[in-house]
């Protein structure tokens, strides 16, 4: 599985935009790059996944360049309630299974 | 459609002793994959189950073990526990068509 690497923490305010990138320079050709949240003592929550170019849902986008071996999530006119630890997951389940491995995330601070 | 529910929440059990814990997935999925959080380590991969069988298993002892009933309901074993033991265990589930896992509530497990 290819290993991630995220920046450790960030601190922003609310209503503004948080961009946290994630590299990924071992990404395989089937994996997909998913993100998830967590609040403490609570399970990992899912944001948003893709595979190429841009993925929108209702809480986030998800920017990846054609090369892939990045890849970054974006939290638009972020608030309190998403003050959390993000974490970003590439793999590929497959055949093989669901084996998620959780690098160390990223703790974002949103500051009123 | 319900989520993914752990029970139970909360356990303290003495060093020595042995613990089960259950989670039943989101209605359809047919895997369940378990994680164990602590603090120092972060979140680390136990096992995965799919169809009752164990498909992908992570790098922990013996004393960890799991299965799974024919409704998809998993149980995961822990004996003889350690004071290290002490973390919050997660319960994934996933959908066979897609590579998202969807998180339980977790047990907070506690050994003195």
């Known amino acids: 599985l290819a290993k991630t690497t995220q920046p450790i923490s960030m601190d922003s305010y609310e209503g503004q935009e948080v961009n946290i990138t994630c590299s990924h320079n071992?990404?395989?050709?089937?994996?997909?790059i998913t993100w998830y949240q967590q609040f403490p003592s609570q399970g990992p929550r899912f944001i948003i996944q893709?595979?190429?170019t841009k993925v929108t849902n209702e809480v986030a986008s998800l920017f990846i360049p054609a090369d892939r071996k990045s890849s970054t999530l974006s939290l638009p006119r972020v608030s309190l309630s998403d003050t959390a630890v993000y974490y970003c997951?590439?793999?590929?389940?497959?055949?093989?299974?669901?084996?998620?491995?959780f690098g160390g995330g990223t703790r974002v601070l949103v500051k009123p | 459609k319900a989520g993914v529910t752990q029970t139970p929440r909360y356990l303290i059990k003495t060093r020595g002793q042995q613990v089960t814990l259950s989670c039943s997935p989101i209605s359809g999925h047919r895997s369940v994959s378990w994680y164990q959080q602590t603090p120092g380590q972060g979140l680390q991969f136990l096992f995965e189950?799919?169809?009752?069988?164990?498909?992908n298993k992570g790098n922990f002892p013996g004393r960890f073990s799991g299965r799974q009933f024919s409704n998809s309901r998993s149980e995961m074993n822990v004996s003889t526990l350690e004071l290290g033991d002490s973390a919050l265990y997660l319960c994934?589930?996933?959908?066979?068509?897609?590579?998202?896992?969807?998180f339980g509530p977790g047990t907070r497990l506690t050994v003195l």
């Open positions: 071992n990404i395989a050709t089937n994996d997909y």
């Open positions: 189950y799919f169809s009752e069988t164990q498909r």
């Open positions: 997951l590439v793999g590929d389940s497959g055949a093989a299974g669901n084996k998620l491995t």
């Open positions: 994934a589930s996933t959908a066979t068509s897609t590579d998202t896992q969807y």
């Open positions: 893709g595979y190429k």
